[in-house]
């Protein structure tokens, strides 16, 4: 009989790439992709794999004890790949409450139903996270490992490491089979564009400011969300019990040196005058409590598990770039209607 596996938040950004990769690579899983389809959750994102054989679609709040015990009898699955989260640091700042209650009950809701309802003998809870846990780094300290105390500064990085400290807990406490991921910023396709890429991206096309935060000397770890996904993978077959792998690309970007990078790339593309799209940079209020710095060192899982990147930056941010233009129709979906307007009332102002 297959193997049931179930994904949370496979509607999201990085959970529809999860998906599409086990449903192309696993034919002998059943992927049962569970999502609230919240403002960021589309199931554009998946319509290329809607109709195959092993892949199912279920509708559900994982807030939702009872639904969520209920799901997991039915079908009692042999592993779970948590990624539903509220995910916006912004977002956190302006409505604490949301993050609280996805990240931390709703993760709790479903170590509840996987402890109840599953085969622990030889199924696994693999917790996907965020290296925002970890707090924020100077330019001349070292890389966040997984040795690196916690120290969360915003509420969804607070909301992260309270679910992190609770999968841990089940572990250690219940013998609940679980491993943990941490990973770097991620950019590709089918990113919300309230993030910094695809944001960015969208208002070159449309010659709308680009909002900088504070001076842009901010740094970020990026990595391609397709490699996430390969990681994903990798732990979830491969990753220790109990253990926590730490994911990222060795790949340190300024904020504005990455968006002036942007403009050039998109002058080019677009047939516009060099300096063009630079020219709509917008320096903005700081975000309150800003990180200034995170990067991570990815040499657990390369040298334990043989994960590296498979793609440089530049044709990462290539690929990427060339998807949003060609997928303007993606764009325009996730950008109108109530998902603006409550975009565009947050940052009114700025
Ligand atoms: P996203 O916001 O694009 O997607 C989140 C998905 O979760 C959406 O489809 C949404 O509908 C769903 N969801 C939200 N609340 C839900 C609920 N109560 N019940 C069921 N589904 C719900 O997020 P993302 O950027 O794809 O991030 C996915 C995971 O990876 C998150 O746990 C995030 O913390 C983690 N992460 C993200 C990054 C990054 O750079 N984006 C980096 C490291 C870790
Ligand atoms: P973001 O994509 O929100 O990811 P995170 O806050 O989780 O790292 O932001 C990436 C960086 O870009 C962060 O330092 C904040 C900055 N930023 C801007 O300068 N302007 C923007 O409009 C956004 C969304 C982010």
């Known amino acids: 009989m297959a193997k049931k596996l179930l994904i949370t938040g496979g509607a999201g950004f990085i959970g529809s790439h999860v998906v599409r990769l ?13 999502d609230k389809l919240t403002y960021a959750g589309n199931l554009e994102n998946l319509r290329d794999i809607e109709g195959r054989d ?3 679609f279920v509708k559900g709040d994982i807030n939702d004890s009872e639904f969520l015990y209920s799901l997991f009898d039915t079908h009692r699955f042999h592993g779970v790949i948590h990624l539903a989260a509220e ?30 309802y599953c085969d622990q003998d030889h199924g ?27 120290h969360p500064n915003s509420p969804y990085s607070a ?8 999968v841990r807990a089940y572990h250690a406490t219940y013998g609940l089979p679980a491993v943990i991921s941490n990973c770097s910023n991620n950019y590709g396709s089918h990113q919300f564009p309230e993030k910094l890429i695809p944001l960015m991206i969208h208002n070159i096309s449309h010659r709308k400011p680009l909002p900088v935060y504070g001076k842009g000397e901010n740094v970020r770890d990026w990595l391609w969300v397709e490699d996430h996904a390969r990681a994903i993978d990798t732990v979830f077959h491969h990753g220790r019990l109990g253990e926590t792998y730490n ?9 504005i040196d990455l968006v002036h990078k942007l403009c050039e790339i998109m002058d080019r593309k677009l047939n516009r005058d060099a300096g063009e799209s630079a020219s709509l940079i917008s320096y ?3 975000r309150a409590g800003h990180d200034f710095r995170y990067a991570i060192d990815a040499t657990k899982i390369k040298e334990e598990l043989g994960w590296t ?24 979906h996730v950008t109108s209607g109530a998902y603006l307007r409550y975009y565009e009332s947050m940052y009114s102002g700025r």
């Not at 034919?27 to 569970?34: A, D, F, K, V």
């Open 247 to 255: 994911i990222g690309g060795n790949n340190e970007w300024k904020n």
């Open 124 to 150: 696994r809870f693999y917790h996907i996270s965020t290296d925002e846990v970890y707090g924020d780094l100077h330019m001349e300290d070292p890389s966040f490992t997984e040795t690196t105390p916690y």
């Open 54 to 56: 092993n892949y199912h």
């Open 284 to 286: 903005v209020t700081d």
């Open 22 to 34: 086990f449903v192309n690579r696993y034919p002998q899983y059943e992927i049962y992709n569970l």
């Open 159 to 166: 909301s992260k490491a309270a679910s992190d400290h609770f």
């Open 309 to 332: 990147p498979s793609v440089s930056f530049d044709e990462g941010f290539e690929k990427t770039i060339d998807w949003y233009l060609e997928n303007e129709v993606w764009l325009g």
């Open 87 to 116: 995910s916006h640091v912004d977002r956190s700042i302006h409505n604490p409450i949301d993050f609280a209650l996805t990240n931390v009950i709703g993760t709790v809701n479903l170590l509840n139903a996987f402890r109840r």
